[in-house]
């Protein structure tokens, strides 16, 4: 098994000269806390992938250059897909949990992700109204997550009916090495063939052209055990709510 956490982006939203991933919480970088998780459930040094952007030497200063790193240098011009299949292309033959750099994980979600058994799993908070009600986004930052007989059947799509919203995407996913072998070969195909959406391509984008295609989209119930840094506000509410 491989991880990937993607650090790439730059965070128009958050006016810090950094990556997001090293926005500090309790005094500890997301990314070294998520780091600790996954040495907590076993996962070695050398099973963790790095995809960098902005500001990338800061990372690779502050991780002492212990693990392997992917540097996407059109980081701007990208979006996350681009950022897993530049990891990928490089002989993956695993399976590979992918996380997001500027979310707070808990141990439970770690943990639950990486047993996955499944050919797609993501994790996915049932209880997001509790966590979205915190944030300034309510309105402007819904998107679908349709769940029928057990696997999610939509995904992604902006939405400003809540019937459409069964839980929210949190970006844990796992993918077993049949479907990364898939990805690269559909990916590689789409770019080369000057496709440049797919450039832009995000992570619940792919999740639902993996639905289109017919694989099963499965999910694992989370309960409200994460939390995002997407805009300075964020940072404040969670400081006010849960730094105590």
């Known amino acids: 098994m491989k ?16 990556p997001k991933c090293l926005i500090k919480i309790n005094g500890k970088a997301l990314l070294d806390i998520t780091l ?27 991780t002492k250059k212990k693990y392997n790193y992917s540097l996407i240098k059109n980081f701007k011009k990208t979006n996350m897909v681009y950022s897993l299949y530049n990891c990928l ?9 992918i996380l997001y750099g500027d979310i707070l994980y808990s141990d439970e979600i770690i943990n639950k992700i990486i047993r996955a058994k499944n050919k797609i799993t993501t994790a996915v908070d049932i209880n997001w109204k509790r966590a979205w009600k915190l944030t300034d986004r309510m309105d402007d930052d819904l998107e679908t997550l349709k769940i029928k007989n057990k696997k999610i059947i939509n995904i992604g799509k902006k939405t400003t009916k809540l019937d459409n919203i069964d839980g ?3 970006g844990a996913t796992k993918l077993n090495k049949e479907v990364v072998k898939f990805l690269i070969k559909f990916y590689e195909k789409k770019i080369k063939n000057k496709n440049r959406k797919f450039l ?13 295609i017919g694989f099963l989209v499965n999910f694992i119930k989370i ?3 994460w939390f995002e840094f997407d805009n300075q506000n964020d940072i404040n509410i969670y400081k006010k709510k849960f730094n105590k």
Not at 8 to 14: E, F, L, P, Q
Not at 36 to 53: F, H, P, R, T, V
Request: proline content about 0%; charged content about 30%; hydrophobic content about 40%.
């Open 200 to 212: 832009k391509l995000d992570m619940t984008s792919l999740l639902m052209k993996f639905i289109n």
């Open 168 to 170: 929210r995407y949190i």
């Open 3 to 18: 991880v990937i956490i993607l650090c790439a982006g730059y965070g128009r939203r958050i006016k810090i000269n950094k």
């Open 89 to 97: 292309k490089n002989n993956f033959d695993d399976d590979v949990v």
């Open 223 to 225: 309960r409200g055990l």
């Open 36 to 62: 600790k998780l996954l040495k907590k459930n076993k996962i070695k040094e050398n099973q963790i992938y790095l995809a960098l952007g902005y500001q990338y030497k800061k990372i690779l200063k502050h």
